[in-house]
């Protein structure tokens, strides 16, 4: 009995396995953090214009429609807001035109460098402020925050189940978070889709990137992340109550809410 027992755990089995991103090449989650942060990194210049050539500037509809959702928190005086994988930080500007003049603090949290920087060029002139910060390890007191958000971020954690727990502990009670992300029609729209994405995405990404790998990786990761009722089910068990799922453009996007 002791000798399977060691064996099961020698081979990880008795353990849950971690679920998360997967870039081709990496073997461990410190491996696929590297290679996500590496990715980003290299395609930080052209980031912005390749988001809105290839979602057709449906993007900035997303990103609105995630903002609209939290009106409630953004209006209230004194409200901390992160934005989790910030990237060059259209979601945390999207969050502040909807709260407009109330103003709430706002801070975007991102591991890659680069793309950070092109965030505070953007952000010239505003409150808004930048951390360079792992979304698995935040420098954030538990409880500081009464909204996190994360658009198209969330995919990438090498860790999702370590990623919504790490989103729990920054929360305060009643605390929201908002994961807007990627998901898989089904039907025609999804037939259609698949095919843009697997195939015409790339090529373009490449094209105006440079770089190969990114595009490559975005379907795949698409592919991997959790379908909604899994996804739901894992902010269940991570502790988030009154969790739901809405459906963006036909289910091509969606949004994860979920209170603390
Ligand atoms: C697809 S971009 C999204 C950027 C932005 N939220 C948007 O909507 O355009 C994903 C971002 O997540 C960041 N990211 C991925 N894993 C991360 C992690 N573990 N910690 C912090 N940032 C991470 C990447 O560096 C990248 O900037």
Redesign the pocket.
Known sequence: MYVLLSELRRMNVTEKAVVGAQPEGASDPQGA?RA??QM?TSIAPRYDLL?HVLSLNV?RLW?RRTARTFAAILRRPGAQVL??????G??AFALRKQAGKLSPAITG????HA?LQRAHEKSAGTELRWVE????RLPFADGRFQLVT????FR???DYDAGLREILRVLGRDGECGILDFGEPGGLVGKLYRVYFKRVLPKIGTLISGVSGPYAYLPASVERFPAPQQMLERMRAAGFREVSWTPYTLGIAGLYRGKK
Not at 133 to 136: N, R
Not at 150 to 153: E, I, Q, R, V, Y
């Open positions: 953090a996500v942060r980003f988001n993007d990103w934005d989790l994988c910030c990237g060059t259209d979601m949290a991102d591991f890659s793309m910060a792992d979304a698995l994360s658009a198209f971020g990438n954690l090498a």
